[in-house]
Every structure is written in structure tokens, then in C-alpha cells.
């Protein structure tokens, strides 16, 4: 069997593994790959960092500047407070260093150090197979002592200084991945740094809310923080992943596609929820012209659909009563299997809808019995079925939809293989 295509993302994340040099990317400006790229940019006086990296990157980081720049950091800049952004913080840190984030940082630093077993927990699930490639490139464990970076100087909107002979000018992007996004613009030179806030793949679907879950980000907000960037008119964009885009033409383009992309599902969404349209029958309908199409490898229309459905709505359907307490749906799998015939008979019709190219229906009842009996066979077999299916008509395009659908078909393939 041929190896399973991987998605555009998996390279981007994987591209900085291990030894390598750091890329010159002109002007003073200096790349160190990652799994979101960190840079440094030369100055008479020292060094401009921004971002710096996860912390197990560090030795590879701290390497790759050495030789290839060999000045003090003076100032570290974060696009946002992401791990993969300031992980790397304290290799690059020293007295006299200044560290400026965006305002929200706080709160943003906050609410993931609150909830770090639960994101950890979804990561570990979508992540797994790429954690086990960062540990075996060695790159350098992280000290789970390590606190948080300490910002010196925090923003509401805009904040400017002078580093050497550049100047440099942040201001907050906040429709960006975290409420503490910011941009970093270099007006000699007309350069921008954006981060992540287009998404990890430029030029591809932003993710509304990820699979491993966040705050919602919000549409309207992402919209107005590409017309900031736009207003501009920057010839060079360099992003959190990935080589730099060039050339002012062709960034207005692509930045005016990306914002009238959102504005475009948003409304889109708007309108349905207004005439009255569920929410899944939006996701299945709604889809961009082709003029305004962008790549899915790392966010989708339909769950963009859905992210929008929800920022303004909420968790209350006002589909059932139920959605008001605390009882889900599948406390009454059991019933449901007894009432069917048992789990068999589900499993039976699963594959009937599955044979019919009906994979998600299949799921649907797949779920319901194996809740009631988690070690069906017949209910695991189909399970494992929907779900390759779903693999392959996806073309392994999106990393997140991969990556699940992965863990789904190695979850109850254990789960057979444990019960024969």
C-alpha cells in the first residue's frame, strides 16, 4: 500500500525539525523554521526577535541565530501567546531585554494555562503521531517548571519605537487567532509580520475555532484586521509558517481574497440564519464562488459556517428541552439498542447506509451503539469503515479532519482488535 498523502500542514509544522541553518531572507532579516517560524532582524544596536519558537525548538533556535546573525536580542516582539510562539522565550531573554505582547495577553496566557490538561488531552489526540516526530528529532525537552514569559511592555492599539537605524511599529490585530494578536511593521523597509493571524497556511480557509478548541474567533474581527494589514501596502508579508510573500500587487490581491472570503461566508451564514435555515443545512449549502475559493488544509467553510452560526448564537439551539440540563443524548442508548433489536441490528443498518455512500449516517448509529456496547465487532467494523471512507474522499487535504478521522479509525481498530 502506498503511504497516505500527507496534508500541506504536516510539512509546515515539520519543516524545522532538527539541525539545519537559518534562512536569509534579505534586508538583515533572518527565518528560523519551526513549528511556527521565528525571526530576528539585524540592527546596528542589536537584534529584533519575533517570536521565539516552542520550547523544545530551542537548541535548534538558539543554534541557527548564533551563526547566522551572532548579535544581542535587544527586543522581543509576540505575534501572540500561542505556545509555538514564546516557548522558545527564556533562551533569548537577559537582563536588559524588553518583551512586548499585545494587552489581552494576560488573559489569553490565562484561560490556556487554566485549561492546559484539557487542550492537552484534544491535542494528544489530533497531535499524537507529530509529537512522537518532534521527540524523536530531539530537538530538546521542556522544563515543565518553565514559567510563562513576562512581558515588559504591553499595547492596547498601537505602540512604536526605534531599534538602531529601524523603525518599528506594532498594533493589535485582535481578529487574529488570540485576542492579543499583533502585527509587527517595518516601514523602511515596508515589511509586515503577521503571525498566524492569516491562519498557518497563507492563502488557505481560516479557522474560525479550532478542532482542538480556543476562544471563538470572530469574523467580523478577523475582516477588519486584514484591512489594517492591507491599509499598509506592504512589499514584503512574512507569516508564522512558511517563505514570505513578495511583492505589493500580489499581497493586496491575495489579503483582499482571504478578508472577502470571510465577509463572503459571514454574510452568507447571516442571511440563512435570518430566513429561518438549521444550522447543518447551512454547513452542506453553503459554498464560496469560485472566485473567492481558497484551500481547506487548515480550516473548512462548513466549520467556518459553524463558528459563525455559534459567535452569535451560542450554546442554545432551541431545538429540545434537553439542551438545558445536564443529561446528553446518549444516556438513552441503551433504551434505543433494546427498542432496535440490539446492537447488531444498528450495526446491520449502519452498513446499509454505509454501502448506500451514507457514512455519516452510518456514524450516527455506529455511535449510539457503541455507547450502549462499546465492544460490538460488528459496530467496530463499520465505525472503522465509515471513517476510512471519510479519509479518502477527503483526500487528506485539512490536517485537523485527518488527523481525527486517523485517531477514530486507530481508536476502534484497538478496540477490535482487543475484543477477537
Known amino acids: 500500500m502506498e503511504p497516505r498523502k500527507q496534508p500541506p500542514l504536516a510539512e509546515l509544522v515539520m519543516a524545522g525539525m532538527g539541525p539545519q541553518d537559518a534562512i536569509d531572507l534579505g534586508d ?3 527565518m528560523s523554521r519551526g513549528v511556527s517560524n521565528c525571526y530576528q532582524v539585524a540592527t546596528r544596536d542589536g537584534v529584533l526577535m519575533v517570536n521565539t519558537g516552542s520550547a523544545f525548538e530551542t537548541p535548534w533556535h538558539t543554534d541557527r541565530f548564533a551563526r547566522a546573525v551572532g548579535a544581542p536580542v535587544r527586543v522581543i516582539v509576540f505575534t501572540q501567546s500561542h505556545a509555538d510562539h514564546i516557548g522558545g522565550w527564556h533562551a533569548f531573554d537577559a537582563p536588559g531585554v524588553e518583551t512586548i505582547a499585545q494587552a489581552d495577553y494576560a488573559n489569553v496566557r490565562g484561560y490556556w494555562n487554566r485549561l492546559m490538561p484539557f487542550y492537552n488531552r484534544r491535542a494528544q489526540a489530533l497531535w499524537a503521531a507529530h ?8 530537538g530538546g525537552a521542556s522544563d515543565a517548571r518553565q514559567r510563562d514569559p513576562v512581558p515588559t511592555l504591553t499595547f492596547g492599539d498601537r505602540h512604536a519605537f526605534v531599534l538602531g537605524e529601524r523603525s518599528v511599529e506594532l498594533f493589535s490585530v485582535p481578529g487574529g487567532e488570540t485576542t492579543d494578536s499583533l502585527a509587527v511593521w517595518l516601514p523602511g523597509s515596508r515589511t509586515v509580520f503577521t503571525g498566524n493571524l492569516f491562519g498557518p497556511i497563507f492563502g488557505h480557509v481560516p479557522n474560525l475555532l479550532t478542532l482542538r478548541g480556543d476562544k471563538l474567533r470572530s469574523a467580523l474581527a478577523f475582516v477588519v484586521s486584514v484591512d489594517r494589514v492591507r491599509a499598509l501596502g506592504a512589499e514584503v508579508l512574512i507569516t508564522g509558517h512558511g517563505d514570505p510573500l513578495r511583492g505589493a500587487r500580489e499581497i493586496e490581491t491575495a489579503l483582499a481574497k482571504l478578508r472577502d472570503h470571510v465577509q463572503w461566508v459571514h454574510d452568507r451564514t447571516v442571511e440563512g440564519m435570518n430566513a429561518g435555515r ?3 443545512a447551512l454547513m452542506r449549502e453553503i459554498a464560496v464562488p469560485p472566485a473567492l475559493a481558497l484551500g481547506e488544509g487548515h480550516g473548512t467553510v462548513r466549520w467556518n459556517v459553524r463558528a459563525i452560526w455559534e459567535e452569535y448564537t451560542g450554546w442554545f439551539r432551541f431545538e429540545s428541552t434537553t439542551e438545558l440540563y445536564g443529561v446528553p443524548q446518549r444516556a438513552i442508548a441503551v433504551d434505543l439498542v433494546g427498542l432496535a433489536g440490539g446492537a447488531g441490528a444498528l450495526a446491520q443498518r449502519a452498513a446499509e447506509h454505509l454501502a448506500a455512500g451514507r457514512a455519516l449516517e452510518a456514524l450516527h448509529l455506529t455511535d449510539i451503539a457503541l455507547t450502549a456496547e ?18 479518502e474522499a477527503s483526500g487528506s487535504q485539512n490536517l485537523s479532519e485527518t488527523r481525527w478521522l486517523e485517531s477514530r479509525i486507530a481508536a476502534a481498530s484497538r478496540a477490535l482488535d482487543k475484543n477477537i
Not at 509529537?131 to 530531539?138: D, L, P, S
Not at 462499546?374 to 479519509?391: M, Y
Request: aromatic share 4%; hydrophobic share 50%; net charge positive.
Open 131 to 138: 509529537i512522537r516526530a518532534q521527540n524523536r528529532a530531539g
Open 278 to 280: 438549521d444550522l447543518h
Open 374 to 391: 462499546p465492544a460490538h465487532a460488528g459496530a467496530l467494523r463499520v465505525e472503522i469503515a465509515a471513517h476510512e471512507r471519510l479519509l
Open 28 to 30: 538583515g532579516i533572518f
